[in-house]
């Protein structure tokens, strides 16, 4: 191990090392996240890992303002260069991976009118305005293209600029244009127009997502909510960070929620992902072949979105 890979160990585990202290310990609330019992069109607990895919056009709120743009470009830009080292790390495992992505990474210069922009009262910036600084979103588009050939990668739409829909200033035909756009813009690559996951993980105008022919998203609390000619709500998961959780915990979560039969949902951002770290070799490579031996002695079952939204279709026609 390198001096730059031991050192960033040992801040890794002075910091869960406080916040075992601080809270109890942290995979203590995340294995809350594994105990809701599935529906029963699923017989064994089911797994998916998604990566939320948003570069420059991710969440901007901080501490009750924008962050600055250069703050936005530094960390986007840190996302963008891990995008094809985890790609690469999927397609030799073979691990199949949901990737939610923002539209606006398809055409950056597009931008709703005027009168159904997002502008909440706590930001000073031009939301959907591309910096001219910004090279994060350079080959987006291409590196799209090269996520829908594979086979294991399921792509759906993480709507278009990545508002918050639960923002007091953002109304039913805001939420209604913005997901008519990334629809629009994601038609050609999503892997299923029937998944969508909010930005922020803020529920909110579901009818709309409903009428856009939206049927599964994920939700924003541990619980499955599924009534007829309504939106699916998953349990929202829980957040995976090598930097807060080690290999060991991780593989304790999926050990409970195959115990519970339940939903293991971890989700991230490439921002992530150390790659000083080895985060890859050291995480999240043992971490998915671990997954894949459960499916594999038939404890549990890797699924998409997509056919979530099937089975449960399926069986609430029946």
């Not at 409903?210 to 007829?228: E, M, Q």
Request: a negative charge; aromatic letters at 14%; hydrophobic letters at 40%.
């Amino acid at each position: 191990m390198n001096f730059e890979a031991e050192f960033i160990d040992n801040v890794r585990f002075i910091r869960r090392a406080y916040y075992a202290i601080t809270n109890q310990s942290r995979v203590k609330k995340k294995l809350v996240k594994v105990q809701e019992k599935l529906p029963d069109c699923f017989p064994l607990a089911i797994v998916n890992f998604s990566i939320d895919y948003e570069l420059f056009w991710g969440n901007a709120f901080d501490h009750g303002t924008s962050m600055s743009e250069e703050k936005r470009i530094h960390q986007a830009s840190i996302a963008r260069s891990n995008s094809f080292s985890f790609y690469a790390l999927l397609e030799e495992v073979k691990m199949n991976c949901t990737w939610s992505v923002v539209g606006k990474l398809m055409d950056p210069d597009k931008a709703p009118s005027l009168e159904l922009q997002f502008s909440p009262p706590w930001s000073d910036i031009n939301w959907y305005q591309k910096p001219d600084a910004d090279i994060t979103t350079y080959e987006a588009y291409e590196f799209i293209k090269l996520l829908a050939t594979s086979p294991y990668l399921e792509i759906l739409s993480h709507g278009f600029a990545h508002i918050d829909y639960a923002d007091l200033s953002v109304t039913k035909q805001m939420a209604s244009e913005d997901l008519k756009i990334a629809k629009e813009l994601l038609h050609e690559f999503a892997s299923t127009e029937k998944a969508f996951f909010y930005p922020c993980n803020k529920v909110k105008y579901e009818e709309v997502a409903y009428a856009l022919g939206y049927r599964v998203t994920r939700g924003s609390d541990n619980h499955w909510h599924i009534s007829k000619n309504e939106l699916i709500k998953t349990p929202i998961g829980f957040w995976i960070s090598p930097a807060m959780l080690s290999l060991n915990d991780a593989k304790r979560l999926v050990d409970i929620g195959i115990k519970n039969k339940s939903f293991i949902h971890p989700w991230m951002h490439l921002i992530e992902l150390n790659m000083k770290a080895d985060d890859l070799e050291r995480f999240y490579r043992p971490l998915f072949l671990y997954i894949q031996a459960q499916e594999k002695a038939g404890n549990l079952e890797i699924i998409t979105f997509g056919n979530i939204e099937k089975r449960i279709s399926n069986m609430n026609d029946n």
